[in-house]
């Protein structure tokens, strides 16, 4: 079984995540595409699969980088 499923079964379905700051968004971006951290990618996966709409350009902002970085760990961590 992949990292990546490992992740999702563990996370699971329900749950709710807070958007982070734009900054802390970056900090897990470099963190999973540069450094391919498990920890960083599964904190992206539930900010990814549980965050609220985004209401402002911030929250927009940063979701594009969570975004970015689910996309890019999920290819990886799917062959892992």
């Known amino acids: 079984m ?5 992740i ?6 329900e749950g709710h995540c807070a958007i982070p700051s734009e900054t802390e968004a ?3 971006f470099n963190s999973v595409v540069n450094q391919h951290c498990v920890s ?4 992206v ?5 549980f965050a609220p709409t985004p209401d402002s350009q911030e929250e927009f902002r940063a979701m594009e980088t969570i975004n970015e970085a689910f996309r890019v760990g999920s290819q990886y961590f799917k062959q892992r």
Do not use: V
């Open 2 to 6: 992949s990292k990546y499923s490992q």
């Open 8 to 13: 999702s079964k563990r996370i699971g379905w």
């Open 26 to 28: 970056l900090k897990l």
């Open 40 to 43: 960083a990618f599964e904190l």
């Open 45 to 49: 996966f539930k900010i990814h699969r």
